[in-house]
């Protein structure tokens, strides 16, 4: 990619994500009401995006080859666990992280 | 308000009170944008990108998981229409932030421009949730919760981008702390919620178009599945009055 193709691409998700920033302020006016429909979508999807994004993280996993998904799967356990048990972000992050990669790069390798 | 010469003090003062109301709220993303901004600054470097490419994303896209994704978009082949695509799919969320905000940005005059730009996940949730001291200037108040937050992540994504090349450890695996990241956002709104039927429709939804699609083409027929599935789902679970 030349460097005109990389300032497009992000140029492109500069616009994008802006777009998604402005938009309900430029459609939703404060002076009208917001569509309840709208307001029902605003309190549930989150909730199901956080969910997508999981999977999206781990969409290049395969659990029919190499490592099966393994080390995914022990990290994962690992960054819940830290989380139920201090609930402290920072950690529950790190502490998987490390976890992954002690495993991708010592255990299955 | 009228503009005497008084009020240049009385209007510096205001904005110090803020500023202090509002910095302990983002102690906690200090800790944590620092990190992953490093991670991702990193991410970068060893991906062979100058440390411009990190902090110029941070600056403008500030969005951890979509800066996470134009590395990979970066890497492959150019394809804006597709990074176009690919952006509103990741960010479309920021709508339903934006829905919430509706309210709250009111009257804040030119400094509504900049909460909006920087209507990020974790800065959304503190100026959402934040009981904002009596006194203090609202507007001002989430001024700063953003500013600060997005200063953490500029300097984070620098500083790794800039130390990156002088890290002679393996960082093989270092990526996952993207995945880690969302594990620990599901599951923190997870313990929060009533109900989990929203997130379980998304887990499902998206396993199951992965299942069906490649791991490029599964996001669109995932986010129609989701909107179809809490559409069907919307009056029993309104009805449930379960939906927070």
Same mark, same amino acid.
């Given at each position: 990619m030349t460097v005109t193709q990389q300032i497009i691409t992000i140029g492109v998700c500069v616009i994008g994500t802006m777009l998604t920033r402005y938009l309900p302020f430029i459609l939703f006016s404060s002076d009208r009401t917001t569509p309840k429909y709208i307001e029902y979508l605003g309190k549930v999807l989150p909730a199901a995006i956080f969910g997508m994004l999981v999977i999206y993280c781990l969409k290049? =996993? $395969?659990? =029919? $080859?190499? $490592?099966?998904g393994i080390p995914e799967l022990i990290a994962i356990g690992v960054t819940a666990g830290l989380h139920f048990r201090f609930h402290q972000m920072l950690l529950s992050i790190a502490g998987g992280t490390l976890c992954y990669m002690l495993l991708v790069q010592f255990v299955f390798v | 308000m009228e503009n005497t010469e008084n009020t240049v003090p009385a209007r510096s003062s205001v904005r110090l009170t803020a500023l202090k109301a509002a910095f302990p709220h983002t102690i906690p993303i200090m800790a944590g944008f620092l990190f992953l901004g490093i991670a991702y600054g990193i991410y970068m470097n060893v991906s062979g990108f100058s440390f411009v490419y990190p902090m110029l994303t941070a600056l403008l896209v500030y969005g951890g998981s979509l800066e996470f994704v134009i590395v990979s978009m970066l890497l492959a082949p150019f394809a804006p229409l597709q990074a176009f695509l690919m952006t509103l799919m990741i960010q479309a969320r920021h709508l339903f932030y934006g829905i919430s905000m509706l309210d709250r940005f009111k009257d804040t005059g030119w400094k509504k421009y900049y909460l909006i730009f920087g209507l990020c996940d974790e800065t959304f949730s503190i100026n959402y949730t934040a009981e904002i001291p009596e006194g203090v200037d609202k507007g001002w108040f989430m001024f700063f919760v953003t500013l600060l937050n997005q200063i953490y992540w500029v300097a984070g994504s620098t500083l790794g981008g800039i130390f990156g090349s002088f890290i002679?450890?393996?960082?093989? /695996?270092? /990526?996952?702390v993207m995945a880690a990241m969302f594990v620990v956002i599901f599951l923190s709104n997870w313990e929060k919620e009533d109900n989990h039927t929203a997130s379980l429709v998304g887990l499902a939804a998206a396993a199951a178009c992965r299942l069906f699609f490649s791991a490029d083409d599964f996001m669109i027929p995932t986010m129609i599945a989701i909107l179809c599935g809490l559409t069907l789902l919307r009056q029993p679970l309104e009805r449930g009055g379960k939906v927070q």
């Open positions: 290049d =996993v $395969s659990f =029919v $080859s190499g $490592s099966h | 002679s450890f393996n960082t093989e /695996g270092l /990526g996952f």
